[in-house]
């Protein structure tokens, strides 16, 4: 019987429907990618369920996004089995916002894209209010930062204990500049939290697009697997992001190289289980 594989960070693009301000200075991506061209490959390489993660849609997009996403998932035999929506936790209209969304089933949890943001954001005491009010929701938060913010995503990981913070992109390693001891460090010390979970997703886009191999990725992914261990995994393909390093059936293919050896209960750990388990799915 085939394996159960869960992507937790698929992106989709609309633009007929959704105001995306970032991708016009993101001429590799700047096209529709829609549900219908994904589930073609997800399905020829084995994915069995999707969270949706947030796009970084214009701010008046945020709740349209989620109703979107919504009208996909039920499709028959949809793929989408969750939303991680985009959120704006600087915002006095968060707790509202949030009671919304807690009324939402297919809401799993929340994303603010910081890598692209200034460090002071995440600093805030809003911010952090903010972040605090997810305790007790059973929603996560998503954490996209770059190696050089880590110690500032450790901030709010410290200042909130009961909530479930996941790690996007094994933490957005510059793997085409060699960068790994400095990203090392940090992967290091936040996985001393346990209310962290490390995504591995996508880093193919981080690499020299013609000259990596699964040898490129192994420290790299096996850093983090050591660090976090298998119950604190989640996997996800960051289609279309993914593209620009191969495409979702070459990191589907790579990530099988890389936990090749590893024991069946921990593959399924970190393709499925822990996901369901994280977001109820």
């Known amino acids: 019987m085939a394996r159960e594989l869960i992507d937790t960070h698929l992106h989709l693009i609309d633009q007929s429907a959704l105001s ?8 590799a991506l700047n096209r529709d990618f829609l549900y219908e061209e994904y589930a073609q490959q997800a399905l020829r390489v084995g994915i069995t369920g999707a969270l949706h993660m947030e796009v970084d849609v214009a701010a008046s997009d945020i709740e349209n996004e989620t109703g979107n996403i919504g009208k996909l998932s039920t499709r028959e035999k949809s ?12 915002d006095a209209g968060f707790a509202d916002f949030l009671e919304r969304q807690l009324a939402n089933p297919l809401v799993k949890g929340f994303r603010r894209v910081l890598h692209v943001m200034p460090d002071e954001l995440s600093q805030q005491p809003l911010f952090r209010e903010n972040i605090k009010r997810l305790g007790g929701t059973g929603l996560t938060f998503d954490l ?40 090392q460090a940090g992967i290091t010390e936040i996985a001393k939290r346990p209310n962290v979970t490390a995504k591995i997703s996508g880093i193919i886009a981080y690499t020299d697009a013609q000259s990596w191999t699964v040898q490129t990725l192994a420290p790299y992914v096996n850093h983090v697997i050591a660090s976090f261990g ?17 495409g979702l059936a070459t990191w589907v293919a790579a990530t099988h190289a890389l936990v090749a050896a590893c024991s069946e209960d921990e593959k399924t750990k970190l393709l499925s289980a822990n996901a369901k388990r994280i977001w109820g799915l």
């Open 20 to 27: 995306y301000p970032w991708l016009s200075s993101a001429e």
């Open 144 to 183: 996209c930062v770059l190696p050089r913010q880590i110690e500032k995503a450790i901030a709010l990981v410290d200042l909130a204990p009961d909530v479930q913070f996941i790690l996007d992109h094994c933490g957005v390693p510059d793997i085409k500049g060699e960068a790994f001891k400095p990203w």
């Open 230 to 246: 298998f119950d604190r995994l989640v996997w996800g393909s960051d289609w279309p992001v993914c593209t620009l390093g191969g």
């Open 79 to 90: 793929l989408i089995v969750g939303a991680i929506s985009a959120s704006r936790p600087e």
